[in-house]
């Protein structure tokens, strides 16, 4: 069920309970449940693997992303899939593309590939992942990410050669059935995260960004897309609702997602 960009104006997916003292099989089909009931169109997942002691209480107990969102894609079989968001320098592109094409193929098509460099303060946990070398360069990482992911996705068989990454002899099969086309959105809040997304991505994920940096990143966004010939991409943002509270400004957004 191929399905991104979705086709409403503004469409609503929820984050999966991947985290926190007690998550498992129950709470992830729960939530997924109650998205779908709800006609919501998507689920997505957190990423974070081994983070220091100073953030056990937010990230210390957390499923393996991937793994968790492909137990929701088998259960439930019309929610699109999403990652809010993976860090490949904290892993490894070809490994990565391997098993998001996977996702994708076992789910029919339904995969949103969020992507991200990590902030300054992950640095301990890329060095807990024996990643330390690559956190300097973790965005020219990200770069050549999407970019070989593509190059895989699409089935070119040439050889692929990068800054991190040189393939000369290599199969990569099966294809995704979106191909090449698995929809990637890129996030973070610096000029070379916009930049990113207007060179690279199909659109832009905003993750701890409230509505007056919204309001100053956007502009720049759209200037970045318009010096590269393409309008403003789709935006997807992830909030944190607070149902007992009341609001105190609304998003106004055009051609967005909320994840």
Excluded at 184 to 192: E, K, M
Aim: glycine residues 10%; negative net charge; proline residues 7%.
């Amino acid at each position: 069920m191929s399905g991104y960009p979705p086709s409403g104006l503004l469409d609503v997916g929820l984050i999966l309970p991947t985290k926190g003292k007690g998550t498992g099989p129950e709470s992830l089909d729960a939530a997924a449940t109650v998205a779908s009931e709800l006609g919501w169109r998507s689920v997505w997942v957190t990423d974070h693997l081994l983070v220091p002691r100073e953030e056990e209480e937010e990230y210390g107990s957390i499923l393996e992303a991937l793994t968790a969102l492909t137990y929701v894609g088998a259960r439930h079989e019309r929610l699109l899939l999403g990652t809010s968001v993976v860090v490949p320098a904290m892993r490894d592109a070809p490994l990565l593309a391997k098993q998001l094409a996977t996702m994708d193929l076992l789910s029919g098509g339904r995969l949103v590939v969020g992507v991200g460099a990590s902030d300054r303060a992950d640095w301990i946990e890329y060095g807990n992942l024996g990643k330390q070398d690559r956190f300097a360069d973790r965005g020219a990482y990200l770069d050549e990410t999407i970019v070989l992911w593509r190059h895989l996705w699409s089935g070119d068989a040439r050889p692929f050669r990068g800054r991190f990454h040189q393939l000369e002899d290599f199969c990569f099969a099966p294809l995704p059935p979106q191909g090449a086309g698995v929809p990637i959105l890129s996030g973070g809040r610096s000029p070379r995260a916009l930049r990113r997304v207007a060179e690279l991505a199909d659109g832009y994920h905003a993750a701890q960004t409230g509505p007056s940096d919204l309001e100053e990143k956007l502009p720049l966004l759209a200037r970045a897309c318009e010096e590269r010939g393409r309008g403003l991409p789709r935006v997807s943002v992830r909030s944190r609702v607070h149902f007992d509270q009341p609001p105190t400004r609304r998003y106004a957004l055009c051609e967005s997602d909320q994840a």
